[in-house]
């Protein structure tokens, strides 16, 4: 009788609700990383602080302003991804933007009669400028092995530099009305046009990271460069490749938002580094490399547009917004540090 009732004190108890509740909540975080929980939290604030914010055409308008993001943000994941990142993709919306607007103001004075071969060749070179930046990233990154920070610091400022040269700070103006009633304002089976640039971009962001080579690659560079060369990946083709990529989504993105303001601005794009880093790094994307979604960065870009609108319609000022966004960043990051120890304890 004392033998029974002494192992039958240390049986452990079942976990009360709260416990379960607790565990569950781990579990999610350990799974899906913060995002979710940001994004619940995002909705009962400013769901609470404002009665437009929950309304379709509001989701609808935050969709609409979050596809710039988006594209700028996949593109930063494929430089995170191989263990670096881009500071310049702003730099690259602005030379896109200056240089597509003057291609386009040059060629539609030279072909009056021919608008969208003006519209065309100015988005062409618009989208060749963006990469060159890229270029300029990837051989300073893959080829010469100067630090990410560096070179796309340095490129950034040069960019910039170049974009208001170009302007002498003043907007270029005088654009072919079809590009922005297309690409700024157009709609297709009542869908804005950008966002299904931007679905198209996605889809074909999801089939290079889950379906070909390159995206296994991209991944095996950032999780270990050294056991990549070993296993025959050119490691330093794959790093160009991840450069020029994102310098081409932030072109296209950068397109995009030019046709949405009907000038080329070189101050395009101006916190849209911080916005995308904040955007992957909330969405899983590990700082360390070899980790990261398409999925999840669409969600995460898409929660930071939802905070600025949510700030927006609850009359935030933009100085707080940028405090916002800034907290948010290291919240994501001290979440991601934690996540990592937990998953892997041991780990430097």
Request: net charge positive; glycine share 14%; proline share 4%.
């Amino acid at each position: 009788m004392t033998s029974s009732s002494s192992v039958a004190t240390a049986v452990p108890s079942a976990p009360g609700p709260a416990g379960r509740a607790l565990a569950l909540l781990r579990a999610l975080f350990l799974r899906l990383g913060v995002l979710p929980f940001m994004l619940a939290i995002a909705f009962v604030v400013f769901g609470s602080l404002s009665d437009q914010f929950l309304t379709v055409q509001n989701l609808v308008n935050l969709l609409r302003q979050s596809v710039y993001l988006i594209l700028v943000a996949m593109g930063q994941m494929l430089a995170l991804v191989t263990g670096g990142f881009d500071l310049s993709v702003g730099t690259v919306m602005a030379i896109t933007s200056v240089v597509a607007a003057l291609a386009m103001q040059f060629f539609g004075a030279a072909l009056p009669d021919a608008a969208w071969l003006a519209i065309a060749l100015g988005c062409a070179c618009g989208m060749l400028a963006g990469l060159a930046v890229g270029l300029v990233n990837g051989i300073g990154v893959a080829f010469i092995g100067v630090s990410p920070f560096i070179v796309t610091l340095g490129v950034q400022s040069i960019g910039f530099g170049l974009a208001l040269y170009l302007t002498g700070g003043v907007p270029v103006s005088g654009l072919p009305a079809g590009f922005s009633e297309l690409f700024g304002f157009g709609t297709l089976l009542g869908v804005p046009v950008p966002i299904w640039v931007t679905a198209a971009c996605v889809a074909a962001m999801g089939v290079l990271m889950g379906r070909m080579p390159t995206g296994t690659h991209l991944l095996a560079v950032g999780g270990n460069a050294k056991a990549a060369a070993l296993s025959g990946i050119d490691t330093r083709r794959v790093l160009l490749v991840a450069y020029l990529l994102c310098a081409g989504l932030a072109a296209v993105s950068g397109l995009l938002l030019t046709a949405r303001v009907e000038t080329g601005e070189a101050n395009l794009g101006g916190t849209v580094a911080l916005e995308s880093i904040a955007a992957c790094v909330i969405a899983g994307v590990s700082l360390r490399g070899g980790m990261g979604r398409v999925p999840n960065v669409v969600m995460g870009a898409i929660f930071i547009g939802l905070v600025q609108n949510g700030m927006n319609l609850a009359s935030v000022g933009s100085y707080l917004q940028m405090v916002v966004l800034g907290a948010l960043l290291i919240v994501a990051v001290v979440a991601d540090q934690l996540r990592h120890r937990v998953v892997a304890p041991g780990s430097h």
